[in-house]
């Protein structure tokens, strides 16, 4: 069980959205870590085959990404898509078993253990257009899972629920990563960081980081501070360093930053989390970008 | 094949779940209703605007008229029978002749006779009307078949097409029995004419209700869960173009036998193996009422399941619904307002396979062959036959273009 993606890139125009990405997944659940506009969408788009990359290849255990056989072992949450208004749940889940080649008593029975577990075996005979954002993304969900998918890709499969939902989420995720390949895409740390075996993190178009939570900490640990200092020198320390985060307290400004030695007195070493290495990232970004 | 049908089944939900679907499947037996009734309801006006008779009325006196002339050759005591009875009418240019009472008491009867001679006598140099006509003579009325003969022959020369295929069109005309017996047939008469308003009916009704085949996916955005599924680029595309075809099939047949239910139902069934040239004197095609009215519906058949077809495949390559019908509404209505002539031959060839004129009588029995590598092929077999494999090319184009969608 083997997902091989070999310098896999998409050009729009001049636009790099992805640029050469070589993966290879294999049981587990991965993680994608990227801000919007990062190329997680398009990644994916390419890995299930509705968009051609412009180069590149990306292939399941030597099947094409293009062929029938490929799809047959697909499951997809696109990040945003349409439903049938007029379906009902039940209906819509009925449709999609159909087009994954499930035979009708077999589609019934899964259709009915998906609804449950997403919750919604209440509304199953409810028109879609009555439903609200998390109740279709959770249909959204239901439906990749009908043809108990080896590779499961779900873009931003958490949006639009609840904390309650999403925790449930993270529980069938990890339940269901021990025998198939799960990738999932988000732009929010807390979904990923404690069900991920491993994590993707893309930034502008490129893959710059792979590996365990801990390999990807690995680069700012023992990098990351915390002090409460005057408001001069927050200032100071703001112009110099990537701030992770930063409120007023009473006596000062509490910063928690990156560095690479101590950045001033009264600083206290603290544990990184995938958090810090994220919005690291990300205000190194800002930084370049604001000069 | 199970997943096929189910497949099948959730495209027919989705399109019987559109209300402009619905809607446009009820209009369109609507119009087909009232383009036959239509023209039997209503009144005849004198001139002071008094309501003299019914139409249907009017109708039902012609009607009877051509049933007691039924089974009379077309020969010179007949035709000296009418000219001796138009003979009668008092021209005046206050009154139209029709109008007038010798007509309703001698003329009328005599009038299908009239409007069949007419065709053959009439030159461009001289118009032959109701006054030349009763002034005819014996020996008129004997060349009758040999003037007819000769302007045929004349007709068909004068076109472009090959020495050969003038030849294979005047070597039809043998075939024709002579002389032409007379047939009450006005039931094919008007079946002719309106199956035409039917064909253009049922060919806007499919490309309304085809546009959102596979558009209606982009739009809906429904697309990345379809083509990303096992069965959305292949199984699924043929469920929906098997539906195209046998729903525009569905619609065409039901269409067209309730168009020819009607006519029967009110011309009358007479005529099915009166002779063709009844209605069209100077054609060459040794057919029957009958016959024609099968290759024509046929040709309209072959020409709606094209039309759906194209429909389907603009719907794989356009964006939206809209524009795709758009699009089909040029291609069906602008044909109707254009005309091409006959002189280039291939151009007015080519004009006739456009979907409204594949609809059309005229050119399914049109004199002008289709010619192709050498070959004489009659449009009345032409047609239909490049409407079936333009369709299924159509079809493939829709499945490939439909295959490679790219989403982004
Ligand atoms: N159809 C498109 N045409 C042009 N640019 C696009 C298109 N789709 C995406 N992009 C660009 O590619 C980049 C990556 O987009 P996307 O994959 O949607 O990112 P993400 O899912 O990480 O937010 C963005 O900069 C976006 O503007
Ligand atoms: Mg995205």
Redesign the pocket.
Known sequence: MELTLDRVT?N??S?I??DRISLTLTKGVYGLL????????????MMCGILEPTSGSISYDGIDVSREEYRDVLGYLP?DFGYYPEFTAQDFMMYIAALKGLPKAKAKVRTTELLELVSLKNEAKKKIKTFSGGMKQRLGIAQAMLNDPKILVL??PTAGLDPKERVRFRNLISRMGADRIILL?T?IVSDIEHIADTILV?KS?QLIHSGSLDEIIEVIRGKVWECTVPQDVADMLTEKYPIINTRNAAEGVFLRLVCDKKPCENAVNTEATLEDLYLYYFSVEERTDNK | MNTFWNLVSYEYKKIFKRKGAVITLILAAAVSLFSVFGTIIGYIYDSNGEPVMSRYDDMKTDLEYARELSGRAIDTELIMEASEAYSKLELNSAEKYTDSEEYENYARKYSEIYSIVRSVYNTSSELFDVQTFGNMTKEQADNFYEIRRQKQEQAIMQTNMSDAAKQSVIGLDSGVEKPIVFEASEGYTRFFAIMYTTGIIIAVAAAIIFAPLFSGEYTSGADSLILSSKHGKSLLVWAKLFVSFTLSAGLSVILTVLTYAECMAIWGTDGADAAIQLQVPMMSYPLTMGQCALLYSVSVFAACIMTAALTAMLSAAIKTPSGTIVIMSVIIIAPMMLNVSEDIVWLYKLFCLLPSNMMAFWCIIDSIQFELFGLVIRPYIFTPVFALVAAVLFGISAYRIFGKKQV?
């Open positions: 998409k729009y125009g636009k959205a992805c990227g801000a919007n506009g990062a190329g997680k969408t398009t990644l994916m788009r990040q873009d931003e895409s732009h893309m178009g | 982004n």
